[in-house]
C-alpha cells in the first residue's frame, strides 16, 4: 500500500476513534454582567481603551462576536464593546421595553400578578413562541411576559 493511501487510512480510523469536540458559541447569545464592575473595551484585550464601565451586577448584554476570551456585546442603549467571558454571566436578564401587565398564564385573558413599568430588570426563566416566564426578585413576582416587549428574547432559547 503506498503512504498516501496508509495516511488516508490513518487519519480516517484515528478520527473514528478519537472525534475532536469543537464548542462552539451559539451568537448572538443574552447574558448579563456578573460582578459589580466590568470593562467595556474598544477592542479584545487589556491593551484597549475601556470605552465604559458598568458598575453593577445583573446588566443584560446581547453577545454579538467572540475573539479567544473577550465577547463583542451589545447593551440595551444599542453600544458595542468588548468585555472579558469572566465578567459575564449566562443567565438571562432583560429590560422591560413596552409597560404592561405580569400575567400568572402565557395568555392576555389570565389573572394580572402585577404591573411593569418600561426599563425595569428582569430574570428571564424560559420563553415560549410569545411569551417568557420572568422574575423580579425585589419584588418577588413571577409571571409570564409578552416576549416582544422584552429587549433581547428573540435570542433565548424557547422551551
Known amino acids: 500500500m503506498n503512504f498516501y493511501l496508509k495516511l488516508f487510512f490513518l487519519i480516517l480510523f484515528s478520527s473514528c476513534f478519537y472525534p475532536k469536540i469543537?464548542?462552539?458559541?451559539?451568537?448572538?447569545?443574552?447574558?448579563?454582567?456578573?460582578t459589580s464592575k466590568a470593562n467595556l473595551r474598544y477592542g479584545p484585550g487589556k491593551?484597549?481603551?475601556?470605552?465604559?464601565?458598568?458598575?453593577?451586577?445583573?446588566?443584560p448584554l446581547l453577545i454579538i462576536d467572540q475573539f479567544d476570551h473577550w465577547r463583542k456585546v451589545l447593551t440595551t442603549k444599542n453600544m458595542t464593546g468588548w468585555i472579558h467571558k469572566s465578567q459575564l454571566t449566562m443567565k438571562h436578564r432583560s429590560i422591560i421595553l413596552k409597560p404592561d401587565y405580569l400575567?400568572?398564564?402565557?395568555?392576555?385573558?389570565s389573572k394580572k400578578v402585577?404591573?411593569?413599568?418600561?426599563?425595569?430588570n428582569v430574570s428571564v426563566l424560559k420563553c415560549k413562541v410569545y411569551w417568557c416566564k420572568?422574575?423580579?426578585?425585589?419584588?418577588?413576582?413571577?409571571?409570564?411576559?409578552?416576549?416582544?416587549?422584552?429587549?433581547g428574547s428573540n435570542y433565548i432559547i424557547i422551551n
Open 22 to 34: 469543537v464548542l462552539a458559541e451559539k451568537i448572538p447569545k443574552l447574558v448579563s454582567t456578573k
Open 47 to 59: 491593551n484597549y481603551p475601556v470605552k465604559l464601565v458598568f458598575i453593577k451586577k445583573k446588566i
Open 103 to 109: 400575567r400568572e398564564k402565557p395568555e392576555l385573558s
Open 114 to 120: 402585577a404591573f411593569l413599568n418600561d426599563y425595569v
Open 134 to 151: 420572568i422574575t423580579l426578585k425585589s419584588r418577588k413576582f413571577s409571571g409570564w411576559y409578552i416576549k416582544k416587549y422584552l429587549w
